[in-house]
């Protein structure tokens, strides 16, 4: 396997070189990422590798590798992705010892109009009713195979339409998957179709409106599904229709955003004593408006959904094992703060999308507000400063077609204030307070609370050496009550940095969730190894999460761009 990729990469270098040579041929733009860990038996952490599922025959090493490769020429261009496991790293979905041609594409783009013929990605709105996109931290990848074309008229109208078959990405190589089929030089296919289109007027171009910026915009796709027997039986058809229509608009610093998504049946869990699954209309509301100018941001964000599960795969019986973010149709945004800090994450809030009956889905919004006070003035001072804060509650809809919620969900609430002091000195100074469900599947709630405060010290020494320092404490009568946590990160510019960090857990557990490393840059590379010991948890990105176990050992991360 490693002859195989450094014979794709040496394809990909003389690429390169012959596109330099030959200009009229266009040019060759690659990219590469691997990421590699070799574990470690840790008994205080409870892991071992000989219990991990792609880790077998004593071996204890695992790696993702991504190989990207375009060509362009004018308006024409083409590419490929490439994705090798040998195996795929814990925590991801299992993959054996495989290579696989992800993504492969050709495309012509006009000025007013682009074809796009292979695999390519592609958002409606918010994302709520369709989304096809890749996120390597969550081993996702739906790309679509089939054929896609955009036409624009001016900045007046734009529009797109699409038919493809998403791509599963990777599964356990000995689950049983309706209908999965990894022909076709291994892209994962399924037998799913999607078709969709998506318009968009300008009316203030239109109608030449000077001061008012007003779009109107409007979706609809068709996901087309073999109906197995206990799937015609729960509801469902072979062709589901789903719509949305949006409003935005923009006056003078002032924006307001609408939109309703009507996502058509989507099925849904059913206790036990009520026998199997059963398919439920699905729709979502999302109304964002605010603020922007004069140093003040702030929107306000309100969302319900309910039945708003879009999957790839349906199904009626017990979950064969593809019910998981692989899985998805689309994408729900979290709507609560992104947080970066160690002990802040440690609850990360997942949207419900009422995938059980018990649960229609969820209610809420967040307020999100800055000022940065300008400098010269006495709370500025001589370098300014930047305060923010954001709120964010989430309930649980219990009854289809209402619009109150019952049980807290999330509840989230955080206060930062950034300053700059001197030429070399920066802080940011954070607190959080979080209520949070323990549960992420809905089926019982635990409601926990923690407080978080955290400091965050940059100072540069000179234009070449400069130190970053964190200092986090959680405080909590729940769960596994409180926390320490620092981090401190030494950086040599324009290439070395190095890091070293504790999670501490002193009040129930009192183990130490140590991690350093050091790592290299320099033009289009970058080399990072470290050794750590990791607990059990979610990583997301939005509101998409994907849970990972405890693990210990080394890891070594490469990407390189040519």
């Known amino acids: 396997m490693k002859k195989v990729l450094l014979a794709t990469l040496a394809v990909a270098f003389s690429f390169v070189s012959f596109a330099d040579e030959k200009k009229d041929w266009g040019y060759v733009s690659a990219s590469l990422e691997s990421n590699n860990n070799l574990y470690v038996e840790d008994v205080v952490n409870n892991f071992y590798?000989?219990?991990?599922?792609?880790?077998?025959?004593?071996?204890?090493?695992?790696?993702?590798?991504?190989?990207?490769?375009?060509?362009?020429?004018?308006?024409?261009?083409?590419?490929?992705?490439?994705?090798?496991?040998?195996?795929?790293?814990?925590?991801?979905?299992?993959?054996?010892?495989?290579?696989?041609?992800?993504?492969?594409?050709?495309?012509?783009?006009?000025?007013?109009?682009?074809?796009?013929?292979?695999?390519?990605?592609?958002?409606?709105?918010?994302?709520?009713?369709?989304?096809?996109?890749?996120?390597?931290?969550?081993?996702?990848?739906?790309?679509?195979?089939?054929?896609?074309?955009?036409?624009?008229?001016?900045?007046?109208?734009?529009?797109k339409a699409f038919w493809g078959i998403p791509r599963l990405g990777k599964i356990d190589d000995n689950t049983a998957m309706m209908g999965y089929t990894d022909s076709f030089f291994g892209l994962g296919l399924t037998d799913v179709q999607v078709a969709g289109a998506d318009l968009s007027v300008s009316l203030s171009n239109l109608l030449n409106m000077e001061t008012v910026n007003l779009d109107l915009e409007g979706s609809v796709i068709n996901k087309h599904e073999a109906m197995a027997e206990a799937l015609a039986a729960a509801g469902c058809k072979e062709n589901n229709i789903g719509w949305s229509g949006r409003l935005n608009m923009e006056y003078d610093g002032f924006f307001f955003k609408g939109e309703y998504v009507d996502a058509g049946k989507q099925i849904v869990s059913v206790p036990a004593a009520m026998n199997g699954r059963k398919a439920e209309n699905g729709n979502a509301q999302l109304v964002e408006l605010g603020y922007n100018g004069r140093g003040l941001g702030l929107t306000v964000t309100g969302r319900r959904m309910e039945r708003m599960n879009q999957r790839i795969y349906n199904y009626a019986g017990a979950d064969p094992g593809y019910g998981?973010?692989?899985?998805?149709?689309?994408?729900?945004?979290?709507?609560?703060?992104?947080?970066?800090?160690?002990?802040?994450?440690?609850?990360?809030?997942?949207?419900?999308?009422?995938?059980?009956?018990?649960?229609?889905?969820?209610?809420?919004?967040?307020?999100?507000?800055?000022?940065?006070?300008?400098?010269?003035?006495?709370?500025?001072?001589?370098?300014?400063?930047?305060?923010?804060?954001?709120?964010?509650?989430?309930?649980?809809?219990?009854?289809?077609?209402?619009?109150?919620?019952?049980?807290?969900?999330?509840?989230?609430?955080?206060?930062?204030?950034?300053?700059?002091?001197?030429?070399?000195?920066?802080?940011?100074?954070?607190?959080?307070?979080?209520?949070?469900?323990?549960?992420?599947?809905?089926?019982?709630?635990?409601?926990?609370?923690?407080?978080?405060v955290v400091a965050d010290m940059l100072y540069k020494w000179s234009s070449k050496l400069s130190s970053r320092l964190e200092l986090q404490y959680l405080s909590s009568k729940d769960d596994q009550k409180d926390w320490m946590a620092g981090l401190l990160e030494v950086n040599f510019a324009p290439h070395w940095s190095v890091f070293a960090s504790d999670m501490w857990n002193h009040g129930d557990t009192g183990l130490h969730y140590y991690n350093g490393g050091v790592s290299f840059s320099m033009s289009h590379l970058r080399v990072a190894a470290g050794y750590g010991r990791y607990r059990a948890g979610y990583i997301c990105s939005g509101g998409v999460c994907r849970a990972i176990p405890a693990y210990t050992g080394a890891n070594l991360s490469l990407t390189a761009s040519f």
């Open 324 to 452: 998981t973010s692989v899985n998805m149709l689309s994408y729900r945004p979290a709507m609560s703060t992104q947080y970066t800090y160690m002990l802040m994450t440690l609850n990360p809030y997942s949207p419900q999308v009422g995938d059980k009956v018990i649960k229609a889905g969820e209610i809420g919004g967040q307020v999100d507000a800055f000022y940065n006070f300008r400098r010269g003035t006495r709370v500025g001072g001589k370098r300014g400063m930047k305060v923010h804060a954001n709120f964010s509650s989430w309930h649980s809809l219990d009854e289809k077609g209402s619009v109150e919620g019952s049980e807290l969900l999330f509840r989230d609430f955080s206060f930062d204030v950034e300053k700059q002091w001197t030429r070399k000195f920066k802080s940011t100074l954070m607190y959080c307070y979080q209520n949070y469900n323990k549960n992420h599947d809905m089926t019982g709630l635990y409601i926990g609370k923690s407080h978080v």
């Open 49 to 159: 590798p000989s219990e991990q599922p792609q880790l077998k025959d004593g071996n204890t090493f695992a790696t993702n590798n991504y190989l990207k490769v375009d060509w362009y020429k004018d308006r024409l261009s083409a590419g490929m992705q490439v994705e090798g496991y040998f195996p795929s790293l814990v925590g991801f979905a299992v993959s054996q010892n495989k290579m696989t041609l992800s993504n492969l594409y050709l495309s012509w783009k006009d000025k007013s109009y682009s074809v796009t013929a292979g695999s390519f990605y592609e958002q409606f709105g918010s994302g709520l009713l369709f989304r096809s996109w890749e996120d390597r931290m969550l081993g996702l990848n739906n790309a679509m195979l089939g054929v896609r074309a955009t036409y624009g008229w001016e900045d007046k109208i734009a529009f």
